[in-house]
């Protein structure tokens, strides 16, 4: 990307960008910027930014651009986590990058979406528990207004402001058996909504909202496993498809579990309904006992009932929803910084000691090379040491070979001690010792 700004503000756009594997380039100008230009390979925008000095002669620049597969593959390569012991939870991020606060930003905000994605991994079940929370909010709200409407409109009508001495000790001698109703209704309307919840084929890979007020500690605990193996599921399709055998593995499982879900749902929901059916049965002694009260009376306590079942839901769904609220506030960072990303006094790359030594040995080592290669591939004879490998004769002299003699055709000249004469001579020596 060769970019030109002038100082009158006019930009010179030049891309050169492969495109199906070709070479292409593409120019344009603009008379000001901000402005925009759109390629094949991508759009790219130019802004001026605050910190640029006014300009004293033209500027160029020269940027290069890469694809985010590219990028993500060079900081993969260059990035390094690794365990400070084999006994501890603590590891050492290092990033190697040719801008030391680019560098130190990566690691940064490398933690922050660390952190952030297991909170999102953890506070799943505690959202999708908010959403059926506020849902059953909303219907209980609206129902329970129903009925207090529909007790108020009943006294008005009716003119009744209280039960009958007889109706009343009745009533407290009943209570406890409406006190388990009352519950036993709770649980009831719960686990019929966390049923059609289940069996909702739009939910089918959402997790089960657990933190509601379930009394069955065995149900609750076959939700926390089934959410489980959901998140772990998630997790797994993040870098692996569904042809992933640990993916199928794992799929096997989830619908295995989400059946024990269904039948341990529809269970309790059996056992409630035969609980109510047995402290239906053990009220209607005690209401008999009212039985010559007014007919009124007998209205407006059931109405009452039907108002204390649903106010009583509306409260525990209230409390379970700040429960939940807290649990979402409360959510603890899994990792944390114990020591702030900070960049080496000195560069990691180039080593300058490691490169001065490998010039030194280079430097040499290669002109001992040569020179052991050279000797190695010499074919000619060159001097006395040659000649004395492959034979036995003596040597008498060494006369060298002069290509242009500098004073006529005689090498040798009387009363002159030049290298030739010098050679001659003590042939001449050796031969008369011979």
Not at 21 to 43: H, L, M, N, R
Not at 107 to 121: H, S
Not at 278 to 296: D, T, V
Not at 324 to 334: E, V
Request: hydrophobic content about 35%; some cysteine; overall charge negative.
């Amino acid at each position: 990307l060769h970019l030109k700004y002038t100082m009158n503000g006019k930009l010179d756009v030049k891309v050169e960008y492969m495109f199906d594997e070709e070479k292409q380039e593409t120019e344009v100008s603009f008379d000001s910027i901000p402005a925009v230009f759109p390629t094949p390979v991508g759009v790219f925008s130019f802004t001026k930014n605050d910190s640029v000095p006014p300009l004293e002669e033209d500027m160029n620049l020269v940027a290069y651009v890469n694809s985010p597969t590219d990028v993500t593959e060079s900081y993969v390569e260059n990035l390094s986590v690794e365990p400070t012991s084999k006994t501890t939870t603590i590891a050492a991020i290092s990033l190697q990058n040719t801008v030391k606060q680019r560098g130190i930003d990566f690691i940064n905000c490398l933690v922050d979406f660390y952190n952030l994605d297991a909170n999102d991994e953890k506070n799943e079940v505690a959202q999708k528990s908010a959403e059926f929370i506020d849902e059953r909010i909303g219907i209980i709200n609206r129902e329970l207004g129903t009925a207090e409407t529909e007790l108020a409109d009943f006294k008005q009508r009716s003119g009744l402001t209280d039960l009958t001495s007889d109706a009343r000790l009745a009533l407290e001698e009943s209570s406890k058996y409406e006190q388990q109703l009352t519950e036993n209704a709770t649980q009831l309307r719960l686990v019929e909504s966390l049923r059609n919840y289940v069996n909702n084929p739009k939910n089918a890979n959402e997790v089960i909202p657990a933190n509601v007020g379930l009394q069955d500690q065995n149900l609750g605990s076959i939700i926390n496993q089934y959410n489980t193996m959901l998140i772990e599921r998630k997790r797994l399709l993040r870098t692996s498809s569904e042809n992933n055998p640990a993916v199928i593995n794992i799929n096997t499982g989830i619908e295995s579990m989400r059946h024990n879900v269904q039948t341990t749902v529809n269970s309790v929901l059996r056992g409630l309904q035969i609980a109510q059916s047995n402290l239906e049965r053990q009220a209607r002694k005690f209401e008999g006992r009212i039985s010559s009260a007014p007919q009124q009376e007998k209205e407006f306590l059931t109405i009452s009932r039907q108002q204390e079942i649903k106010a009583t839901l509306y409260i525990m769904l209230l409390q379970k929803r700040e429960e939940n609220a807290i649990t979402l506030a409360s959510t603890a960072n899994n990792g944390r910084i114990i020591k702030a990303a900070l960049p080496s006094k000195k560069p990691v790359s180039p080593k300058k000691m490691l490169v001065m030594l490998t010039a030194l040995v280079l430097g040499m080592g290669i002109p001992v090379g040569l020179i052991y290669l050279k000797d190695l591939l010499k074919y000619k004879i060159e001097n006395a040491e040659d000649v004395e490998k492959i034979t036995d004769v003596p040597i008498l002299g060494e006369l060298p070979l002069s290509k242009k003699p500098e004073k006529g055709v005689i090498v040798v000249q009387e009363n002159q001690n030049g290298m030739m004469e010098e050679a001659f001579r003590g042939l001449r020596t050796n031969m008369l010792f011979m």
